[in-house]
């Protein structure tokens, strides 16, 4: 017993270290996850390497700056190695998390033998750990705007709005008038041509309808498709609200009432409390096409079906 005291005292830190190492392979957050979860998710990178560059040190005490410089490029190499073998089971090759591993891996050293490090390595390296901690209240401080702003979705007002969008990046915004901006894309021909917002607000259980104001240029009515779906959606078109609507060139307001969008799936009730995306598309669109979307909101007003009708502003 007195042995095992010794041993669970002496390496107690790797019964962390060494159950963690899986989880760069499994779990986290999923795609549908809120950007602040899985940036503190992605911070995790620094925190094992940090530790486990401590524990290292334990160990195998650096001697030199050829010592630490070493150990830091088996590392980098190690990452890659990781990173790659993600690539070929689902997940993305990240050179931001090697970049991370990184990061832990020199702050440990800046704590256990700061004088092997050049001071200008020690600020770089505490820089770009600070500049990733402050992205991660960024976004916490973002997903608190989103989710206190009901009953909008996306008015456009805000410059944190094209962040939100997930087709792209070329979605933008733009003056229609001093007092009112929308956003705006030029769709370009596909089977599928449109965008998505993926970080929204999440509540809709206390609204009885959705409303947004969309636009098309002079020319012909168009079907435009509209899909809604919650955290708990499989990816069938079945588990979700999916409906088109014909708008007219200019200005549309389109009402939906959201029992259509609750009741939607086929075999259960869309969780209402936590909305995870919001589509909007046009299905073989044969030429390029600039679309206006304005004024996204949650409403009280009860309708039993879907309006459509012309905006007059």
Partial sequence: MQALNTFLKKHWVLFLIVPAIPLFFIG???TESIPWLKHAWNLGHTLFFFVATITYYRYRPFQSQTSVFLFLG??????????ISQSYIGRNFSSIDVRRNLTGAALAVLVVKRPLLHPSLVGIFSLVFLLDLSGLFFKLYSEYQIQNRAPIIEDFEKLTSLSRWSEGTDFQVESESPSNIVGYKLLQPSKYSGIGMDFLLRDWSSFKSLLMDVYIPEGQSRLLAIRVHDNQHNNQYSDRFNTSVQIEPGWNRIII????????????????????????????????????????LLSDQPIENIVVSKKVN
Avoid: C, H, W
Avoid at 74 to 83: A, R, T, Y
Avoid at 265 to 290: C, H, S, W, Y
């Fill in 74 to 83: 088996i590392l980098v190499g190690l990452s890659f190695v990781i990173e």
């Fill in 28 to 30: 986290g957050p999923s």
């Fill in 257 to 296: 009432p959201l029992s259509k969008i609750r009741y939607a799936p086929k075999t259960r009730e869309l969780n209402m409390q936590n909305i995870a995306n919001l589509g909007v598309f046009f299905i073989d669109l044969e030429k390029p096409m600039v679309f206006k979307l304005d004024n996204i």
